[in-house]
């Protein structure tokens, strides 16, 4: 058994690890689902916290690969463009949560933003008819509780919840250069959509509170987005296309992840903590999602239906994301932690997001019991590669650009405060 720990700031150190670092992980993912606060030692207790996050991805040798005039159902030859852009815009990530605890029960209610992207090379480069800008934003209210009872030297805690989830985002790339052309409109097309759904958790864990051991093993179900709807904005193209020079409404269906996590921590010698998690997220449920006209619902909308307008080309793989790190108590007042996390890329030929290395410090302040002070940061690589053309189940995506990517850096910082009583 590990050593005892001599000081109860250091059993909070699980907490604070995940705050220790700042994620900018694959797919959709800015931290996913968060409940450590759940296992405060507190009866009561409440924490905001916010993340700002500063990835710096540079596309380069950026080639239009789809130089058909519009005429010809092309969207026209963009390589006397700019053959390079920086892709990734700057976000912050806010959390707020509240936890009650009676006896062997506790409850947390928080909210949180598990979920977005934001990207945004802009319209000058040769890539503009694959993204102009992209921005989808969650909103996610859950309620996680559990129940403990004593199991050999320590607890074991069973655990519950439920979240509802809000989605919504828009995408605007350049359809079209023949309004360039003629002078008229800007050739440019936008997608907007929303949805909302429910989700559901269950999990359990072990701890021994006074070794600051405890393992968790936490299960998040999908989140059915099946009543995706929105409009394809095309007012500002000719009407050469079938759908041009005008809005139309469209629908579909997607699904958030379903993720599995296990976080692991231990007292290894007096005021000296390790903790570590490894953690599946399902990101390949996100491939391609068509979108179609609202006139054909009762029709199959497919990627290969003759009815799709528009898609949201992702073609994810399966994430997957191990942390491991030492936490340190210092005095009554002072703790810190730092970590070394890798995020395997969820790109695989197509997109941008590649496996990356993120070395994470935080240290937190607790000027009196009640009150905890956190602050973090983090600098990371986002490993090179390249994007072009990728074929998923007989259909073809890609092909409209490619371009090549080095290694880029990430930053990132983070503050919360906790009051608890």
Known sequence: MASRMTSAGVLSLALFSTLAQPSFAGGLDRGGYNIDLLFDQSRFSAQAAVFYVMPQRELKNVRDTNTRSPLLGGDGNLNGRPNHADDTENYAVPYLGLKAGYEDFDCLLDYSEPFGAHTN????????????ETKIETHNYATTCSYKFDVGP???RLIGGAFYQEVEGFKERLVSTLPITLGTGTGVGRLDLEDNGWGWR???AYEIPEYALRASLVYNSRVKYDSLSGTVDLTQVPVVPVFGGRVTSVFGEAEAPDSLELKVQSGIAPDWLAFGSVKWTNWSVLQSIPLCPV????????SSSPTKLTSLDLLYQDGWTVTGGIG???NEQWT??????WDRGTSHGYGAQTDTWTVGLGAAYNPTDNIEWRVAG???VLTSGSSGV????GVTYGNDVSYDFGNDLVAAVSTSIKVKF
Do not use: M, Y
């Not at 090379?121 to 102009?132: F, H, R, S, V």
């Not at 006139?295 to 497919?302: L, N, P, V, Y």
């Open 154 to 156: 320590g607890q074991l």
């Open 202 to 204: 269950t999990g359990i």
């Open 328 to 330: 340190h108590k210092f």
């Open 390 to 393: 990728l074929v998923e189940d």
């Open 121 to 132: 090379p802009g319209i000058n480069w040769a890539g503009a008819n694959n993204n102009i």
């Open 336 to 341: 810190g932690a730092v970590s070394l996390t």
């Open 378 to 380: 983090a600098l990371g």
């Open 295 to 302: 006139s054909t619902k009762g029709r199959a909308c497919t």
